[in-house]
T-cell receptor, first 115, second 113 residues
Framework: AQSVAQPEDQVNVAEGNPLTVKCTYS??????LFWYVQYPNRGLQFLLK??????LVKGSYGFEAEFNKSQTSFHLKKPSALVSDSALYFC?????????????FGRGTSLIVHP | NAGVTQTPKFQVLKTGQSMTLQCAQD?????MSWYRQDPGMGLRLIHY???????DQGEVPNGYNVSRSTTEDFPLRLLSAAPSQTSVYFC????????????FGEGSRLTVL
């Protein structure tokens, strides 16, 4: 079984400050990990993914995420937040074992960046 | 580059009516899926397909039917709409079984009165 948790419903940060959106996961094998962003009244857009190799993954719009196997975490980070980063962020996991087609999504974290 | 196209964007139904949400992708993706998004519930998988002629149930399939007669199209049918089916519906696709990301449509907002 696979699962993902986003422990914060909402994250507030001031523009220019660093931001972190947390994600932890559970899989029986090794994970594929993803972050998506959803702007109001839009579909989800892919930000970045971890497959293998370097634990620090860089993605779109200056976002990055760090894979930590021992803590089973994949937190999303950005060094300097923009007001335009305000959106809903989803973490997702797929277990590589068993040829699973289906990702499991977290419940989402609303990021609010204050001017 | 159209990507994943969903129609209609908005729909209002009365309880008991039926309708079909359309989803088409032009990326030759094998995998297609339908999700519903409700406040505080995240994304819940309704049905998915790994290729033409192959469909399977997700987490919340009751009240919905799907078919996959072509690679491009994956319609979602509501047989007898209920107020509990008021939601935003998203279609998503992915190529193959590897570590690729999902491509989402813009969503269809359904209200059942």
């Amino acid at each position: 079984a696979q699962s993902v948790a986003q422990p914060e419903d909402q994250v507030n940060v001031a523009e220019g400050n660093p931001l972190t959106v947390k994600c932890t996961y559970s899989v029986s094998g090794n994970p594929y990990l993803f972050w998506y962003v959803q702007y109001p009244n839009r579909g989800l857009q892919f930000l970045l993914k971890y497959i293998t190799g370097d634990n620090l993954v860089k993605g779109s719009y200056g976002f990055e995420a760090e894979f930590n196997k021992s803590q089973t975490s994949f937190h999303l980070k950005k060094p300097s937040a923009l007001v335009s980063d305000s959106a809903l962020y989803f973490c997702a996991v797929r277990d590589r074992a068993g040829g699973s087609y289906i990702p499991t999504f977290g419940r989402g974290t609303s990021l609010i960046v204050h001017p | 580059n159209a990507g994943v196209t969903q129609t209609p964007k908005f729909q209002v139904l009365k309880t008991g009516q039926s309708m079909t949400l359309q989803c088409a992708q032009d990326m030759n993706h094998e995998y297609m899926s339908w999700y519903r998004q409700d406040p505080g519930m995240g994304l819940r998988l309704i049905h998915y397909s790994v290729g033409a002629g192959i469909t399977d149930q997700g987490e919340v399939p009751n009240g919905y039917n799907v078919s996959r007669s072509t690679t491009e199209d994956f319609p979602l049918r509501l047989l007898s709409a209920a107020p509990s089916q008021t939601s935003v519906y998203f279609c998503a696709s992915r190529g193959g079984t590897g570590p690729g990301e999902l491509f989402f449509g813009e969503g269809s907002r359904l209200t059942v009165l």
